[in-house]
């Protein structure tokens, strides 16, 4: 069996603004749409967040199993975290609603009682679990599973207005970036960070100066530029490839999906394997764009994909 990939994260529903007023709710968060990528294309993916009991978060729940992420916490009563999201040009901004929220519903101790009654594999989290001060819950979650010889995976994915203080919040962030392996940020991540020369032509700089002793492989993504990656010592950076976007929902999230399969299987082999790497996971995250909301890809889809 594959190891792990167990995601610690939102899963919250996207209020979508319609041009007549109306909000159109739609399964989201960004550690939940990893899940479900990465548990499409094979990976064997389990969900360490609560989902809620009420509707929302059963169809989040019957959505994680029917597209093969196995629900490993008990059900809370608190109530489902929502996001009201406007989409201009093709690009979603954000408004969070997270306050004792379901996701937000577990102990530290108790996940990593159930982490050590497995495998070691990967655990991955970031996003909305970094804000202050939930992040302390996850730091102490990533020292204990690193303890065990886990794997850890950051998507910085910065949400810059659900933090009261921004600079404490980029701290954080940064905090979590020192205990991780992997690590992945988008170009409005490194600007939110200090990076403002961030693009794709300078990113083997910015990895530099961005990087931490702990990181073994790390990922930038620049939206329709491309995007870059980093593995022990070896480094590759490609164009997006061409496709009709509907929308940008959920790319990165299947991007970075795509990387932790792909490494899962590999192993040692990751450094060998990185320009295949990249490419199958750019072609994952065009193949989402194309749909509308987050619509990631099946195994055999990126099989058989030979026009992107």
């Not at 690009?91 to 996701?103: H, I, L, M, N």
């Not at 061409?242 to 991007?255: E, L, P």
């Not at 320009?275 to 764009?289: D, E, H, K, P, S």
């Amino acid at each position: 069996m594959r190891p792990p990939i167990l995601i610690l994260g939102e899963a919250l529903m996207d209020c979508i603004s319609q041009a007549d007023g109306t909000l159109l709710p739609l399964m989201g968060g960004s550690p939940f749409n990893l899940a479900r990528a990465a548990a499409l294309q094979g990976g064997n993916v389990g969900y360490l967040s609560p989902f809620s009991t009420d509707t929302f978060g059963q169809q989040l729940k019957a959505q994680s199993l029917a597209d093969g992420v196995r629900t490993l916490s008990p059900d809370s009563t608190r109530p489902t975290a929502l996001a009201v999201v406007t989409v201009r040009d093709g690009q979603p901004s954000y408004g969070f609603y997270r306050e004792g929220v379901a996701d937000r519903d577990y102990q530290p101790d108790a996940l990593l009682q159930l982490l050590s009654q497995m495998e070691p594999g990967v655990l991955h989290t970031g996003s909305l679990m970094l804000v202050p001060p939930e992040h302390l819950k996850v730091l102490q979650v990533l020292e204990g599973a690193k303890a065990l010889g886990w794997t850890v995976s950051i998507d910085v994915n910065l949400r810059p207005k659900t933090a009261e203080n921004l600079a404490e919040y980029c701290a954080a962030v940064m905090q979590a970036v020192d205990l991780a392996d992997w690590v992945k940020a988008s170009e409005e991540d490194l600007h939110a960070l200090g990076f403002a020369e961030a693009r794709l032509e300078t990113a083997a700089d910015v990895r530099h100066r961005f990087a931490k002793p702990s990181n073994k492989h790390i990922a930038f993504t620049f939206g329709a530029e491309g995007a870059y990656l980093w593995i022990n010592g070896q480094e590759t950076r490609a164009k997006a490839p061409r496709v009709d976007v509907v929308d940008t929902v959920g790319a990165g999230d299947t991007f970075w999906g795509s990387c932790l399969v792909d490494w899962s299987d590999a192993g040692t082999d990751a450094a060998q394997r990185i320009v295949a790497t990249l490419n199958r996971a750019m072609t994952a995250a065009a193949i989402n764009c194309s749909r509308k909301g987050c619509q990631p890809p099946k195994l055999e889809e990126l099989s058989l994909e030979t026009d992107l």
